[in-house]
């Protein structure tokens, strides 16, 4: 079983920065993927960026260049760092990991105001 925490969202005006952390806890195996997801209102949940432990990543075109998807298997933790932030950041922020099956966090909220 793997349950995973958010921390580090908030209100943060256009163009300011916030740092998304997840820590992972449980039976975690090596090889697997972690991810930050975002829904906003009336919107699907949405891809925002992988990694794989081995460092791979992958990001939604609207965040490239902005934002950065990093992880720390020691510490079983994978990072969202969000710079330049825009109004249609707002969302609710999950974490991800698949290994096998998608395990998610509960879910942190940030909102950008113009």
């Known amino acids: 079983q793997v349950q995973l925490v958010e921390s580090g969202g908030g209100l943060v005006q256009a163009g300011g920065s916030l740092r998304l952390s997840c820590a992972a806890s449980?039976?975690?195996?090596?090889?697997?993927?972690m991810g930050w997801y975002r829904q906003a209102p009336e919107k699907q949940r949405e891809l925002v960026a992988r990694?794989?432990?081995?460092?791979?990543?992958d990001y939604a075109d609207s965040v490239k260049g902005r934002f950065t998807i990093s992880r720390d298997n020691a510490k079983n933790t994978v990072y969202l760092q969000m710079n330049s932030l825009k109004p249609e950041d707002t969302a609710v922020y999950y974490c991800?990991?698949?290994?096998?099956?998608?395990?998610w966090g509960q879910g942190t909220q940030v909102t950008v105001s113009s």
């Open positions: 991800n990991l698949h290994f096998v099956n998608d395990y």
């Open positions: 449980g039976r975690i195996f090596s090889g697997n993927v």
């Open positions: 990694i794989t432990r081995g460092g791979s990543t």
